[in-house]
Each structure stands twice: as C-alpha cells, then as structure tokens.
T-cell receptor, first 114, second 111 residues
Framework: NAGVTQTPKFRVLKTGQSMTLLCAQD?????MYWYRQDPGMGLRLIHY???????AKGEVPDGYNVSRLKKQNFLLGLESAAPSQTSVYFC?????????????FGSGTRLTVV | GQNIDQPTEMTATEGAIVQINCTYQ??????LFWYQQHAGEAPTFLSY??LDGLEEKGRFSSFLSRSKGYSYLLLKELQMKDSASYLC???WGGGYQKVTFGTGTKLQVIP
C-alpha cells in the first residue's frame, strides 16, 4: 500500500541542468498535483492534472513542465534549473469530486540548485 | 484572489487544549482544509469544512464561519507528537483542483 511515491528524494543540480521528478500513485486517483514548499511561503501549486493526458498551470508554473501520460504517473520537468528553484517539491493526488478525503502527499523531493 | 492568515508559532502544554486560528479571503468559497505537517515530512490531511459549525474527529475538531471568513482547529489533550505545523488551505478558481495553502502555524508542545 505505497500511496504516493516520489523519486528521487534528494538531488543537487548545477544551474542550467535539467531533470525530471517522478511521481507515482497506486490509489487510482484522477487528480494529481505538484507543489513546491519554501520557508515562509507555504505550499504553492506549480501544475496539476485532472486526468490522463491533461495538465494545467497552477500559481507558479514558469520554468516547469509536466506530463501525465499514464493515470498513475505525473512527471515534473525542470528544463534549465535556476537557484530560485531550490525547494522541496511535493506531489499529491486526490479523488475526483471528493474533497472530504483531502490530498495524499508524497514524501517530497529536496532539490538544491547551485 | 485568495489570502490566508495564520499565526506563525504557538506553544502549548502537554495535556492542554490549543486553538489555531485561520482567516481567509477567497472569491467563491469551496470549503476549507486543515493539514498537519511534521518537520521534514509531507503534509497529512486532517479535515475539510464546507458548512458552518464545528466538526469533531477524536482529539481534533475544526470550526468554520463562512460569514466571518474564519476557521479554527482545536486540539484537545495535547500530546508531544502533536508538535508540528498546521496548514490552513482553501480551494480557488472553482472546483477543488487548485488549493492555496497558508504558511502554517508551528505548534510546539512542551511538557
């Protein structure tokens, strides 16, 4: 019963490098999200998806791209990493039309861009 | 837009009761969430309120007043393990897909 799994858990990138963060959920949730969390800023929504093959922008989408080719997976890409993207990234998923169950979050990816 | 305001930090004694407040401004109310986040861990869902009043779940209760744009989380019989940040969050833009989180209230429980 894994829930939401994020890989990698830690990563250090050099400015300008690219990488992909992987998120997988085994709960058959329709909705998936990527958030970043920075000290004093709270969680901020980067992109989200309401189903396989669909994605949409959140509050802070610039510098990120996403893909949802399979229902269980949601990928977050950084095309050219910048120090401002140093953060903790959380993936989450939720049941369609059932807010009373809330989000299930992954354990996070701690990314440092130097 | 949406705006959420919570106290930054609180301290309470083991066994006591603590109330964590949250005020919000949002266009088109679609409910309010509370999450718990231990240091270095992921947030975990505590409650969702869409109607006015108090909802109780064991030691935790959550209250909502839509007319006042106000909610609180009530923690009873505090335990050391309740030391964590408590995040208030509201959906925006219609539906529940997009949720704005407050910066959280860091609660320290002391013996």
């Amino acid at each position: 019963n894994a829930g939401v799994t994020q890989t990698p858990k830690f990563r250090v990138l050099k400015t300008g490098q690219s990488m992909t963060l992987l998120c997988a959920q085994d709960m058959n949730h329709e909705y998936m999200y990527w958030y970043r969390q920075d000290p004093g800023m709270g969680l901020r929504l980067i992109h989200y998806s309401v189903g396989e093959g669909t994605t949409a922008k959140g509050e802070v989408p610039d510098g990120y791209n996403v893909s949802r080719l399979k229902k269980q997976n949601f990928l977050l890409g950084l095309e050219s990493a910048a120090p401002s993207q140093t953060s903790v990234y959380f993936c989450a998923s939720s049941v369609q039309g059932a807010p009373s169950y809330g989000y299930t979050f992954g354990s996070g990816t701690r990314l440092t861009v130097v | 837009g949406q705006n959420i305001d919570q106290p930054t930090e609180m301290t309470a004694t083991e066994g006591a009761i603590v109330q964590i407040n949250c005020t919000y401004q949002t266009s088109g109310f679609n409910g309010l969430f509370w999450y718990q986040q231990h240091a270095g861990e992921a947030p975990t869902f505590l409650s969702y309120n869409v109607l006015d009043g108090l909802e109780e779940k064991g030691r935790f209760s959550s209250f909502l007043s839509r007319s006042k744009g106000y909610s609180y989380l009530l923690l009873k019989e505090l335990q050391m393990k309740d030391s964590a940040s408590y995040l208030c969050a509201v959906p925006w833009g219609g539906g529940y897909q997009k949720v704005t989180f407050g910066t959280g209230t860091k609660l320290q429980v002391i013996p």
